[in-house]
């Protein structure tokens, strides 16, 4: 079973930078879309942004120009940088997987969740 191990949350002011990682627990593993999502307290999870394979970016619009998503195929990893952060940011983030496991296709994984806290 692959695992999604997060780091990087923390405590940053407004206006602040942080940089969120997750890799996988195995490498070289067939991954198709990865991505971060957030849920703040009493909130759905959303997504926050996701990058192809190839290296598609999206988006979520409250994000864009602040954040910016990338990845290394080579050690099945994603990473966020979120910059100008906003008090509104404030949630766990979790990051997301599509991994491709034989016979079964590509399966949705997630990790952990890190706290991200942005005070004002």
């Known amino acids: 079973q692959v695992q999604l191990v997060e780091s990087g949350g923390g405590l940053v002011q407004a206006g602040g930078s942080l940089r969120l990682s997750c890799a996988a627990s195995?490498?070289?593993?067939?991954?198709?879309?990865m991505g971060w999502y957030r849920q703040a307290l009493g909130k759905q999870r959303e997504l926050v942004a996701t990058?192809?394979?190839?290296?598609?970016?999206n988006y979520v619009d409250s994000v864009k120009g602040r954040f910016t998503i990338s990845r290394d195929n080579a050690k099945s990893a994603v990473y966020l940088q979120m910059d100008s952060l906003k008090p509104e940011d404030t949630a766990v983030y979790y990051c997301?997987?599509?991994?491709?496991?034989?016979?079964?296709?590509?399966?949705?994984?997630w990790g952990q969740g890190t706290m991200v806290t942005v005070s004002s």
């Open positions: 990058i192809t394979r190839g290296g598609s970016t």
């Open positions: 997301n997987a599509e991994v491709y496991k034989y016979g079964l296709g590509y399966r949705p994984h």
């Open positions: 195995r490498k070289f593993i067939n991954i198709n879309d």
